[in-house]
């Protein structure tokens, strides 16, 4: 199995509390992005005392309360299958901060964290703010939600969003990449791809490669994997008759999102 493809691995670390997904610095090549997926009972609790990291709480299904210090939220989450295709609600929270997430209903929980030294207010970012965008054409159509970007001054350096690619699209793509600090051309920025697929027994393919291709590797991805970015270009297809949804999360030295088309095919861009 690839390096950079991680299936899920569940653990309970207290009574309905389940630890899916943890990617950290230390178990991945990864030295700005981290994730974890989590997933709640009702009236069960997670709980995290966060040090040099900021952490965007994003309710992928179900309903959540969460607490930051003296600050709470309640009943956040509006969808049960993230193939709603609606925004849901989540929570900036920042370095040097407690947080509480108490499942209301059961749900799944993602944790986008990067390094951060510089405080900023907690942010309930309600699902009726979250940006909606339509990118691409032909069979290159994809559908995003635009949780935290990089218009967004909330954060210091996550980006978070949502896209939904539909049947025999491709994603991410024409192949594009985000791994040199060349501003104004380039940003480099890491990433983390959560997967769904619709119906839940589909895969995509996601390739990850480099110019030199010193990184290459494909990688069929099943439903609840994620895929490490640490560089170079990623695309995504998907196969007729399933629908892909995934979670990115990107950080890096500079919060911009500046990427850089692999120049063997953007020309597909110039149909």
Request: proline share 7%.
């Amino acid at each position: 199995m690839s390096h950079l493809l991680r299936k899920p691995n569940k653990k309970e670390i207290e009574k309905g509390v389940i630890v899916v997904h943890e990617v950290t610095s230390e178990n991945s090549p990864l030295e700005y992005v981290g994730f974890k997926v989590i997933d709640l009972d009702p009236n069960a609790k997670y709980s995290e005392l966060l040090g040099n990291q900021e952490c965007c709480i994003v309710a992928l299904t179900g309903k959540i309360n969460v607490s930051v210090g003296d600050e709470n939220f309640k009943n956040l989450g509006t969808r049960e299958s993230v193939f709603e295709k609606i925004p849901t609600d989540s929570v900036y929270v920042s370095n040097q901060r407690h947080f509480e997430v108490e499942g209301v209903t059961k749900a799944r929980v993602a944790l986008c964290y990067s390094p951060s030294e510089r405080q900023l207010p907690t942010k309930w970012i309600k699902a009726e703010n979250v940006g909606i965008e339509h990118r691409g054409i032909l069979n290159n159509k994809r559908f995003v939600h635009n949780i935290l970007p990089d218009s967004d001054p909330s954060a210091n350096s996550l980006l978070v969003v949502e896209v939904f690619t539909e049947s025999g699209n491709w994603s991410s793509y024409p192949p594009h990449k985000h791994d040199r600090d060349n501003l104004p051309n380039e940003s480099l920025l890491e990433e983390t791809y959560y997967h769904e697929m619709d119906p839940p027994q589909g895969f995509v393919f996601q390739r990850v490669y480099t110019d030199d291709r010193s990184l290459d590797e494909t990688m069929t991805v099943e439903n609840g994997d994620v895929v490490i970015v640490p560089k170079g270009y990623h695309p995504v297809g998907v196969p007729d008759g399933y629908t892909s949804y995934y979670l990115n999360v990107m950080a890096g030295p500079k919060r911009i999102w500046k990427f850089y088309n692999d120049p063997d095919h953007e020309w597909i861009l110039k149909r």
